[in-house]
């Protein structure tokens, strides 16, 4: 790794999603969206249901990030979050019917912890979908 580059991970309990040297990324914090070149200060975000981006040697790779956190210190990133896919890897298909499943769980919600468990799946969907379309 070199000062024009950044290490970076995406690491769920179960695997290291995705490991590389990067020239930027891109994410969804809580607080709005950021970006990371080589040499930024450090700092931490929570990170939002939404994607993350990078981008190596001209190309760009998608990730759904389905909450965590980020931290930049020294050109190494890291990404923890539960769940994260590249968008590569998504079957549109089923989350597709994941969104369309959730939408119908919210139309019929009945109490408020009904209506935040469907708005909570429909935009795990939603991120899915939005990293596989631009992968």
Do not use: W
Not at 68 to 83: D, P, S
Not at 114 to 123: R, S
């Amino acid at each position: 790794m070199s000062d024009k580059t950044i290490h970076f991970k995406i690491i769920t309990p179960e695997k290291i999603v995705y490991e590389d040297d990067v020239d930027a990324i891109y994410a969804q914090g809580e607080a709005g969206s950021f970006g990371v070149l080589p040499n930024h200060i450090p700092f931490m975000s929570v990170l939002a249901v939404d994607v993350a981006k990078i981008e190596k040697n001209g190309e760009t790779k998608m990730f759904s990030i389905i909450g965590g956190a980020f931290q930049f210190k020294n050109n190494e990133a890291i990404i923890l979050t539960e769940v994260a896919e590249c968008g590569s890897d998504i079957d549109t298909t089923r989350a597709q019917h994941a969104k369309e499943r959730a939408e119908a769980r919210l139309s019929s919600a009945e109490t408020q912890k009904d209506i935040k468990i469907a708005n909570a799946a429909i935009a795990r969907a939603m991120a899915r979908l939005k990293a596989a379309a631009k992968s």
